[in-house]
């Protein structure tokens, strides 16, 4: 999971990148970097750290030029500490192309074997990123038949990239002189959405990026969803072609952009956020009345801030009292992307306090958005323990994550998680919980897609069924031991 964001202007786009980033900061905190185009010459400044961290006045002052992308991290792939492998990514040919990219690959073997054997380029980091990159740079550079580009040649470009590339990938790039592209995989896993507003007289301005906050904070009007396997081709001068690029292209969006990831004051694939978290409190609440008697619990509470719609409809839906328990720091990152399960739990202590006014000797019903590696649930439950809760109560308004997700969120291994290979009175003893309620799969897919034209959610964390076909047990055992070696 990462967040992404171009533009192409009339005027200096270097505040414009800024000011999105600061709005995707949600996606990634291990780094970040914005690359600018003046001209043919490209200008980039990337550095370990949050956007407010990162940037220097001086450092914007050099970020010259009227065609811009910029990236926040959160490593799926390669080392996350390693400023070597902070986005964007460059090669010099052919014209000079650099590319940023939310998503996760999951052919890197195959591909790290043919971009050295049979395109003779070399990958210096362990980044698919990088790869991704090279791939198009090789694509682009054999459709390329005189001194000029054209946007056809572009298209086929990416057509072969879609060829080669599995797994899941939203990605910009700029190319030098050229103008701007965005792809998105042919099955629409991460997000990407197209916007455009007027520049007044000296023309118009067009941004594509992960979420639709960042258009309705600048002033862009959505133009539309980047179609699954659709490329954007924007020249420098602002004129915008787009080609479906994929043979068999199918959308089927991320469920856990909707249940954590994205902002709620987003909307993704025409489905708001939003409305989205309320309706899973609204099942969720059918799911807790089944297997909780009446009278058994006192106040129902949030895990601040992804899951608040959710606890808000539970609380409505079961005529218990809504009470915010938990006080959250926001200095401090989101603990589910830290790297390092150390990390994540020293931080949720620091993200978190519990007031103790609001647990003594009450019977107390949390809502969480998720419980993935459980670290930070059982912290919770410690926490609200010592408040002086009378019984826990832990609800999850996702379904299980019993399998790993290897198309952008850092899930890699099956023996991280929680809930795998255990029964769910068991995750509620490994949590320390009283009663732990999971929200079922069938009732999270309806009420993420209700009203919605979406069809089909990615849902492989939930149920092993992992939508590119290409996704086999062989694979999922090199990527757990890659991951602890």
């Not at 400044?45 to 006045?57: L, M």
């Not at 539309?224 to 072609?241: D, K, L, Q």
């Not at 089944?290 to 839906?317: E, L, N, W």
């Not at 996702?398 to 890699?412: D, F, K, L, T």
Request: glycine residues 8%; charged residues 20%.
């Amino acid at each position: 999971m990462c967040g992404i964001v171009g533009i192409v202007s009339p005027e200096p786009v270097n505040q414009q990148v800024y000011d999105a980033l600061l709005l995707l900061q949600h996606r990634g905190q291990d780094s970040t970097g914005i690359a600018t185009a003046d001209g043919s010459t490209f200008h980039i400044h990337k550095a370990k750290g949050q956007v407010r961290e990162a940037f220097r006045t001086r450092d914007m002052r050099s970020l010259q030029g009227k065609m811009g992308l910029g990236h926040v991290r959160y490593a799926t792939k390669g080392i996350a500490d390693n400023e070597q492998e902070a986005q964007p990514f460059y090669v010099n040919a052919p014209y000079g192309i650099i590319l940023v990219h939310n998503g996760n690959l999951t052919n890197t073997r195959e591909l790290a074997d043919d971009l050295f054997h049979i395109d003779r380029r070399h990958v210096n980091s362990t980044s698919d990123t990088e790869m991704l990159l090279n791939v198009l740079a090789t694509e682009l550079q054999s459709q390329i038949t005189g001194l000029e580009l054209d946007p056809d040649q572009v298209f086929t470009a990416v057509s072969q990239v879609h060829e080669r590339v599995e797994g899941s990938y939203a990605a910009i790039a700029m190319i030098a002189g050229h103008g701007l592209l965005a792809f998105r995989d042919p099955f629409g896993i991460r997000p990407l959405i197209l916007g455009r507003r007027s520049a007044g007289l000296v023309g118009e301005e067009w941004i594509v990026t992960s979420e639709s906050l960042v258009l309705e904070s600048a002033g862009y009007d959505v133009v539309r969803e980047v179609a699954p396997g659709e490329a954007i081709f924007i020249t420098t001068s602002g004129e915008m072609y787009s080609r479906q690029c994929a043979k068999n292209p199918r959308l089927v969006p991320c469920s856990f952009e909707y249940v954590y990831l994205a902002r709620p004051d987003s909307v993704m694939n025409g489905i708001s956020v939003y409305e989205a978290r309320l309706r899973l409190g609204d099942r969720l609440a059918g799911t807790i009345a089944q297997h909780t008697p009446m009278g058994d619990i006192d106040v129902v509470m949030p895990i601040p801030d992804s899951s608040r719609p959710a606890a808000m409809q539970v609380a409505q839906k079961l005529g218990i009292e809504y009470r915010e328990g938990f006080y959250k720091n926001r200095y401090v990152g989101r603990t589910f992307i830290m790297p390092g399960q150390a990390q994540r739990k020293k931080s949720v202590r620091q993200k978190l306090n519990a007031m103790s006014m609001e647990f003594k000797g009450k019977n107390i019903l949390i809502v969480d958005d998720s419980i993935v590696r459980g670290t930070t649930s059982k912290e919770i439950v410690d926490m609200a323990r010592a408040a002086g809760a009378n019984k826990v109560t832990f609800t999850s308004a996702a379904p299980p994550v019993r399998y790993p997700h290897v198309y952008g969120i850092n899930m890699p291994s099956r023996s991280e998680l929680v809930a795998h290979n255990r029964k769910i009175p068991e995750i509620a003893l490994e949590l320390g919980a009283d009663r732990l309620i999971y929200q079922e799969v069938e009732d999270m897919k309806q009420a993420i897609l209700q009203g919605s034209n979406v069809t089909e959610l990615e849902m492989s964390c939930f149920t092993g069924d992992y939508v590119t076909g290409t996704v086999t047990p062989e694979y999922l055992e090199w990527v757990e031991r890659t991951q602890l070696s």
